[in-house]
Structure formats: C-alpha cells, structure tokens
C-alpha cells in the first residue's frame, strides 16, 4: 500500500487573498514505512514574503526568487504522488493552496477524500490535548530538536513517524517479511538454528513399570514377522 506524507509552507493562510505556495515536500511510504523515495521543491510565489510567515518557515522571496514557478514543477508533482492516498497535517489547508495554484494552471484539482488528516486522527485519540506537529512528536517521544522553523519536507518526515505511531506503532519485528514494490523481502532473513537432542534418562522404577505393562500385551505389532496374525 503506497502513502504520500506531504507538507507545504506558504506565504500566508488564504489562498483567496492571494497567498502562494512556496514550498513543497513530500515522503513515500509502502506498508506504512518510509522508502527513502522524497519529493521537495521550493517554489517562486511570484510576490512578496510577509514577515510573519518568514518567521515562520525563513523563506525570503529574494531566496525564492530564482526557484521555479508551480506550473515548472507542476507535472513532476503529480506524477510522485500519483494516485496514492495523501497524509497531510490539517489537510484542509495544505489541499487548499495545492488546489488553488492546480486551478491556476487550468489542472485538475484534488479531491479532499484522497487525504487523510492527521490532525483529526491524533484529536479523536487525544481529545483535549494538543495536536500540532511538535506536540505529537514530543508526545511519541520522536526527535524533533532539529526543528528550529518549519520546513516541508522535515516536517514531513516527522510526520511520516507521528502518522505511524498514530496507527498502531511499528511492532519489534514489523519488517520481517515486509515485500517492496518488486516483490522482494526487505526484512532481516530468519536463521533457525539446529540444536542437538538433549540426553535425558527414564527413571529405574518408570522402566520397570512400563516392562511389566508391555509384558501383558498379546503378540504386540513389534514382535510380528509378518506371518502371525
């Protein structure tokens, strides 16, 4: 089963008021465990970076200026995700600014039923407690202190290792037998080791027992020569 944890930055909260994406990273997941197959680029907003969403994320446009424009990086996109199902963090607004700038281009645009939210998941599991990347990850006990700003594609790596937890968590031993796309075990092979039969004695009166019941049986099978009956 492939997954797609993906992550964007910004230049604001509403695409409608002319907010632009300017930062796209993506992690690939077979069997709910990363491949080490990533998608990341920056993106030219083709505007001015706020100073509250630089504190965020530390993209200046002067950065961005000679990054690719989304219609550049648009098809390489689509063709990473494909048709997997997509793993966001408040999906609601990453599909939002996705789908604003898909539209732009005069693409398709992605339906929400294709993204599972990872916000919803850890509030139903968690009710009242706090949801965002870094409360999850410190709940887990997953090592973010390189997280000093967001970032697409570290964020979404993080969030490929809360979205585990969140379902289950790896069990010891889950790769064992875990097929990649080819077929071909990924898992540590199972070496089965031969031990010698232990020596082990019956106890005297255990035999003498066991020989006087024997000596009662009548033409037992073990003494026939195959012609008594």
Excluded at 81 to 109: C, K, Q, W, Y
Excluded at 120 to 147: E, S, V, W, Y
Excluded at 188 to 195: G, H, L, M, N
Excluded at 218 to 225: A, G, L, V
Aim: negative net charge; glycine residues 6%.
């Amino acid at each position: 089963m492939r997954e797609i944890v993906l992550d964007t930055e910004t230049t604001g909260f509403d695409p409608l008021s002319g907010h632009r994406l300017v930062e796209i990273g993506c992690v690939e997941l077979f069997n709910h465990l990363p491949t080490g197959e990533v998608f990341h680029r920056y993106v030219n907003p083709e505007r001015d970076m706020p100073e509250e969403a630089f504190k965020v994320h530390g993209l200046s446009a002067a950065f961005l200026a000679d990054k690719p424009l989304f219609s550049d990086i648009a098809q390489s996109f689509l063709d990473f995700i494909a048709d997997s199902t997509l793993v966001i963090h408040n999906a609601e607004f990453d599909m939002r600014f996705l789908n604003a700038e898909l539209a732009r281009i005069g693409r398709p645009t992605l339906p929400m039923s294709r993204a599972i939210d990872t916000v919803a998941m850890a509030r139903k599991r968690f009710p009242g407690a706090q949801a965002n990347l870094d409360a999850l990850c410190r709940r887990f006990d997953i090592d973010n202190t390189h997280r000093t700003q967001h970032g697409a594609l570290l964020d979404s790596e993080l969030l490929a290792e809360v979205y585990l937890q969140l379902i289950g968590g790896r069990q010891p031993g889950l790769e064992l037998g875990v097929l990649d796309r080819q077929g071909a075990s990924r898992g540590t092979p199972v070496v089965r080791i031969a031990r010698p039969a232990r020596p082990h004695s019956v106890p005297e009166a255990e035999a003498e027992t066991h020989a006087a019941f024997i000596a009662k049986l009548k033409n037992p099978i073990w003494t026939r020569d195959g012609t008594s009956e």
